[in-house]
């Protein structure tokens, strides 16, 4: 079984840009999740997507969004990009339901110049 | 806010050596996971523990789940350079999110 595959895995933007990363999870899984990870701040839950809905939804501004596709592969988007959302950004596909246990993609790390 | 504390925040040792690493809330989660993660890569689930007083053992990790649910350790026998990584917890919150604890960086010389 191929495992979740992010692109891009690197990406340099200017400050004000926007920028879609995308995640396709594991075959068969219908939730993906998304995480910022910084060295100040660890792994942070950014939103929750199950069967094209979001599910749950972190603490970040409206800036950063999502959306889920009816093959389960999920998009972030960030707009009006800062210094500060420079980042490892990860996606975590679970099957769902009752199993919670996320398995994650090598992750995009985007940097904001 | 739940908050998952880990301790310690870093750790050195060499190779032989035995360590403990601890996942702490004031919290009370429906599941905890452990997971490593290397340079570069995403994290890697390590195990779940669901039941309070659990203890799970994989090969030379021995992870428990406290009674209360609210807290979790991870032991290392006989460390190896392989085990260096960043070690983290993450415990199931009633809404079904994971929360990540802050992290454990451990490095292990040969």
């Known amino acids: 079984k191929a495992g979740v595959t992010q692109t891009p895995r690197y990406l340099i933007k200017t400050r004000g840009q926007q920028v879609t990363l995308s995640c396709s999870p594991i075959?068969?899984?219908?939730?993906v999740s998304w995480y910022q990870q910084t060295p100040g701040q660890g792994l942070q839950f950014l939103f929750e997507y199950f069967s094209e809905t979001q599910r749950n939804k972190g603490n970040f501004p409206g800036r950063f969004s999502g959306r889920q596709f009816s093959n389960s592969r999920s998009e972030m988007n960030v707009s009006t990009l800062e210094l500060g959302d420079s980042a490892l950004y990860l996606c975590a596909s679970s099957p769902g339901g009752t199993n919670t246990e996320a398995f994650f993609g090598q992750g995009t790390r985007l940097t904001v110049v | 806010t739940q908050l998952l504390e880990q301790s310690p925040q870093f750790l050195s040792i060499q190779e032989g050596e035995n360590l403990t690493v601890y996942c702490n809330s004031s919290?009370?989660?429906?599941?905890l996971q452990w997971y490593r993660q290397e340079p570069g890569e995403g994290p890697v689930l390590l195990v779940t523990?669901?039941?309070?007083?659990e203890v799970k053992k994989l090969k030379r990790l021995t992870f428990q789940f406290g009674d209360a649910r609210k807290d979790s350790s991870l032991h290392i026998t006989a460390a190896q350079p392989g085990d260096t990584g960043l070690y983290l917890c993450a415990g199931l919150d009633n809404t079904d999110k994971l929360i990540f604890g802050t992290g454990t960086r451990l490095q292990v010389f040969p």
């Open positions: 523990v669901v039941t309070g007083g």
């Open positions: 075959s068969g899984h219908r939730s």
């Open positions: 919290s009370v989660f429906s599941s």
